[in-house]
């Protein structure tokens, strides 16, 4: 059974940082996308950052680029997600997602995904 499972969230103040953890299993994703999305109370899920299967390629959102830094780790099966300068407006489920063969890395649709974890940033 394919599983996707995030860490890391939490409650931090603005201007802090968090680093969100995604580990997969059930199989082996190091050649397709990883990303992470996000869905903030009464908004629709927008994208947040994405990372192609080696890592060469690493899209952003661009309200986000300069704070958000995403990585992964094959060997893993990890991705990850290193969130500096955080705001109250960052507060939001992130959610994990793996494999956009079907579509696009921006866009997807991704094939799997967690069940996500909360991020609140007080301010």
């Known amino acids: 059974q394919v599983q996707l499972v995030e860490s890391g969230g939490g409650l931090v103040q603005a201007g802090g940082s968090l680093r969100l953890s995604c580990a997969a299993s059930?199989?082996?994703?190091?050649?397709?996308?990883m990303g992470w999305f996000r869905q903030a109370p009464g908004k629709e899920r927008e994208f947040v950052a994405a990372t192609t299967w080696n890592g060469s390629g690493k899209y952003y959102a661009d309200s986000l680029k300069g704070r958000f830094t995403i990585s992964r780790d094959n060997a893993k099966n990890t991705v990850y997600l290193q969130m500096n300068s955080l705001k109250p407006e960052d507060t939001a489920v992130y959610y994990c997602?793996?494999?956009?063969?079907?579509?696009?890395?921006?866009?997807?649709?991704?094939?799997?995904w967690g069940q996500g974890t909360q991020v609140t940033v007080s301010s």
């Open positions: 059930g199989r082996t994703f190091s050649s397709v996308a």
């Open positions: 997602a793996a494999d956009a063969s079907a579509g696009t890395i921006l866009m997807g649709p991704y094939a799997y």
